[in-house]
């Protein structure tokens, strides 16, 4: 994987992945504002500074935010028609390699509940809920994995 800058086109990158799975999930801006889907260019700038953007060429993302003895994993996404392929176990392949070469002692993420095909995903890659915020489209599961 390649580190990237946070631009235009990776923007447009993550929110079409993320809008792909609007439907399925039910979720509209009107309910879930924060949404991933739904964040503006100037939101996306301003978190892409506090992260480093890695990308590959096949079409997998993922943005690592450094949290002290950790790294907190945003925007993790793979192009929807390269899904079901093994790239996205290859992109959090990438955050386990990455993150143990800098020291970090786990991984943290938040997960939308009601995504229930992705929280079984990171359920196999070995994460662990440690915390619910409860919103009133359905919980945020935070989740961690040692290292």
């Known amino acids: 994987m390649n580190e990237i800058r946070a631009d235009r086109s990776i923007y447009d990158f993550i929110i079409m992945c993320f ?4 439907v399925d ?5 009107c309910d879930f504002p924060s949404y991933t889907a739904f964040m503006s260019y100037e939101k996306f700038l301003k978190q892409g500074r506090q992260c480093r ?3 590959t060429s096949q079409g997998g993302l ?9 790294y ?3 925007w993790l996404c793979v192009h929807p028609s390269q899904r079901h392929r093994g790239l996205g176990r290859t ?3 990438f955050c386990v390699s990455e993150a143990k070469a800098q020291g970090k002692k786990q991984l943290v993420l938040g997960c939308y ?3 229930d095909q992705l929280v079984s995903w990171y359920l196999d890659q070995g994460f662990k809920q440690y915390k619910i915020n409860k919103r009133r489209t359905g919980p945020i599961w935070f ?4 290292l």
């Open 25 to 29: 999930l039910g979720i509209n801006e």
């Open 62 to 70: 993922v943005a690592l935010r450094d949290k002290d003895q950790a």
């Open 53 to 55: 953007l890695f990308f």
């Open 143 to 146: 989740m961690k994995k040692a």
């Open 72 to 74: 907190e994993i945003k």
């Open 91 to 93: 992109v959090m392949d």
């Open 113 to 115: 509940k009601e995504n």
């Open 19 to 22: 809008k792909e799975d609007l």
